[in-house]
């Protein structure tokens, strides 16, 4: 007997297999625990994994209750998908690529379809071909959830990477009582500077820091966009009750800036990271004297 085309599966079939899915979970559930998908996430509890496969099944029998076999937005899906995000990405952390992801869930289908073939005594008859198309479209669109909602894990997990990095990125610096320093390395964007500025007005309050500096020894240029945050980064800082000075400004970058028609006329500014440090160390009325060279043999 030919097996009826996608479009013709009826609501009363997707009603049928939800029945089934809600009638026969607790088979179900066994059966999907010794899975790959489920024993390899649940390592430490058996119980656990039956537990996690209810779940599913409930999201699936709700999901052909309403006959929206084939819609990965329907409401059923919403209680597991964070569930099952977790489940792709322990699996994707594993080693198994969103490939072999698929095809665990893909092989979920096979044990409730025999358990829905003998829920028949024809099991080639028009009505258990239909019911099994049925369950093999909803098992589709599960595999559809599961593979959305894992690259919508990925995605949030490289965000909180990136500001990981950025945050990484921006260290501050506690020089001395009083004085802290942040050394900027690369190009300074929008998004980093944000990241500058919360992690310095924050280090200010921690360390009742009275002066703050910005080294750009490793920015390698300088436009207007960049010195706009410079500025409200000192500004900032200001509010905060803290002097602020800009360091390490090369001959080409001062050239540019110049040539930019960028007024840093109001924010303090110093050849070198050292030179900074030694003006704020004299406005605290602290001595600096320069070292002797390297190798100097003392008199």
């Known amino acids: 007997m ?3 085309e996608q479009d013709t ?3 009363s079939a997707a009603r049928r297999v939800g029945e089934f899915l809600r009638r026969r979970q607790e088979q179900i559930a066994q059966r999907w625990a010794d899975a790959e998908l489920f024993r390899t996430v649940f390592t430490v509890s058996r119980d656990e994994a039956v537990e996690a496969c209810k779940a ?23 209680p597991v998908r ?4 977790r489940m792709a990405g322990s699996r994707s952390r594993a080693g198994a690529g969103p490939a072999r992801v698929a095809d665990e869930v893909a092989a979920l289908r096979g044990p409730a379809t025999a ?16 019911c099994v198309l049925a369950l093999t479209v909803l098992m589709g669109t599960l595999r559809l959830v599961v593979m959305e909602t894992a690259l919508g894990e990925g995605e949030q997990l490289i965000e909180r990477q990136r500001q990981q990095l950025l945050e990484v990125a921006t260290p501050v610096i506690n020089l001395w009582h009083g004085i802290v320093a942040v050394p900027l390395i690369g190009t300074l964007d929008s998004a980093r500077s944000q990241v500058v500025m919360e992690n310095l007005l924050d280090a200010i309050v921690a360390q009742r ?8 020894t490793g920015v390698p240029t300088v436009d207007s966009l ?13 509010l905060m009750g803290a002097e602020c000075i800009v360091s390490g400004i090369r001959p080409a970058i001062a050239q540019t800036i110049v040539h930019l028609g960028i007024d840093l006329g109001t924010i303090p500014t110093r050849n070198s990271l050292a030179d900074a440090l030694a003006h704020v160390l004299r406005q605290q009325g602290i001595a600096v004297s320069a070292g002797a060279p390297v190798g100097a ?3």
């Open 2 to 4: 030919q097996v009826p």
């Open 9 to 11: 599966v009826s609501e």
């Open 56 to 78: 599913v099944l409930d999201a699936l029998s709700a999901v052909a209750a309403h006959g929206a076999l084939e819609d990965v937005a329907a409401p059923g899906f919403g």
């Open 82 to 85: 964070d569930q099952l995000g």
């Open 115 to 130: 358990l829905l073939r003998g829920e028949f005594e024809d099991p080639s008859s028009e009505q258990a071909h239909e």
């Open 209 to 216: 820091a009275r002066y703050a500096i910005l080294d750009i």
């Open 226 to 238: 960049v010195a706009q945050h410079l500025m409200k980064t000192v500004a900032a800082a200001r």
């Open 297 to 299: 043999v003392p008199r």
